[in-house]
């Protein structure tokens, strides 16, 4: 995303300029009512580059998707704007890995609506929401400070030199710099009424998100020497991969805690207590929440639920991908396919590869 020279920004400003305003026109035209509408910013091509965004005259106060204090600190950091862009894209693209068997698939209703009423109503889907954008956040801006397409931040430069019997060098990610500075954008809105129950929660499953971001942080090597000797070592701290981020999400999602607000004593603010006796405490990187979820059975728009009516199913599975479950009692029809395949490949010396036609049968099971 850096750009080689000024001549080839001027080039390129105007066709950017020009898919960036068909975004904000559509985004300007339809009101939403949703907390997380930041995340409309996936869709912004993130090729755009920091000088890109200067030029275009307060970006920041048109980016509708931005409340009010997001849009303070889009102005502070616009150069960090193309890290919250990837952040929100990327995270949106692991919880729809993540959720592919599940009836509720992170599926957008649409780009307006994005994920509909169901990350304003306390749920665990809202939960998940929320920790993996403010996880994809802290992991693109960190990414971005080591690339160097981000002005203003780097690599970690305190993991340089002879420590702990390791010598450091390379670029260590600067996961704190990355997590501060989503902590700052993702949890803006929050921090203005955090008085209720759902805004605590919120906020919890923000920081739920940065954490496993922080806690999986890794040490990677690598030797120098004759031969594959290791006589020198040089070390950095990297991130984990965003998939496993998504992962142990995923499993916080399936072990999330019910929660409920209850006034502290004497200061009068509230806190975030489990909902029962019999529930162990949480802890920062648990997800928690409010309100059961409703079955996704159905189709409803402005719940952001598209209903389970056409989704492939597993015959034989008895989770919540097997017919039964997914396709909530209704039944399903089984449809057969033949679908073309090379097969039997072999290997020619030298070098080519010669492969057969198969036909091959397809079962798909798909919910009425
Ligand atoms: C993520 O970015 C790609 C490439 O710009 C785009 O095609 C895709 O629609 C984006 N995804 C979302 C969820 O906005
Ligand atoms: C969609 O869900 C909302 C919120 O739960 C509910 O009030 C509304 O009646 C539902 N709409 C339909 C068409 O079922
Ligand atoms: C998610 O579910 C919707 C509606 O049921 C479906 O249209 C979409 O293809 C599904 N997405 C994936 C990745 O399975
Ligand atoms: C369907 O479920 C069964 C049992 O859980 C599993 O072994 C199989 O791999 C699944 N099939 C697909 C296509 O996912």
Redesign the pocket.
């Known amino acids: 995303m850096l750009y080689s020279s000024k001549r080839k920004d001027l080039l390129t400003f105007n066709m950017a300029a020009v898919q960036l305003w068909i975004t904000y026109a559509i985004l300007l035209c339809t009101p939403t009512v949703q907390s997380l509408k930041w995340l409309s910013l996936a869709s912004i091509p993130s090729s755009l580059s920091e000088s890109q965004m200067e030029g275009i005259e307060d970006l920041c106060s048109r980016l509708t998707g931005l409340e009010r204090r997001q849009k303070k600190v889009c102005r502070q950091h616009i150069s960090m704007m193309s890290g919250v862009m990837n952040g929100a894209n990327m995270s949106i693209i692991e919880c729809q890995n993540q959720f592919k068997d599940r009836r509720w698939n992170c599926s957008m209703v649409d780009e307006h609506t994005i994920f509909g009423?169901i990350v304003n109503?306390g749920t665990r889907e809202a939960a998940y929401i929320h920790a993996i954008t403010a996880a994809g956040v802290s992991f693109a801006v960190t990414k971005g400070c080591s690339r160097g397409e981000l002005s203003g931040c780097g690599c970690d430069v305190s993991k340089v030199g002879e420590m702990n019997g390791f010598t450091w060098a390379g670029c260590s990610d600067n996961a704190l710099y990355g997590t501060a500075f989503s902590k700052k954008f993702t949890d803006a809105r929050e921090r203005v009424k955090n008085t209720n129950g759902r805004s605590l929660m919120n906020l919890h499953n923000n920081q739920a998100g940065r954490e496993v971001v922080l806690k999986n942080m890794k040490t990677e090597c690598k030797c120098h020497g004759v031969s594959g000797s290791c006589e020198v070592k040089t070390c950095w701290r990297s991130l984990p991969s965003f998939k496993q981020v998504g992962q142990i999400l995923k499993q916080s999602f399936d072990g999330a805690t019910e929660v409920k607000s209850k006034k502290k004593s004497q200061v009068g603010r509230m806190q975030l207590i489990p909902s029962s006796r019999k529930l162990k405490p949480f802890e920062v990187d648990d997800l928690v929440y409010l309100k059961d979820s409703?079955d996704f059975c159905?189709k409803?728009s402005?719940?952001g639920?598209l209903g389970t009516h056409g989704r492939e199913c597993n015959k034989t599975s008895k989770n919540i991908d097997g017919c039964d479950l997914m396709c909530c009692g209704r039944g399903y029809r089984t449809i057969i396919e033949h679908v073309t395949d090379r097969c039997n490949c072999k290997f020619y010396w030298c070098c080519f590869v010669k492969c057969e036609e198969c036909i091959k049968r397809v079962v798909r099971n798909i919910c009425l």
């Open positions: 009423d109503k409703p159905e409803n402005t719940l639920s």
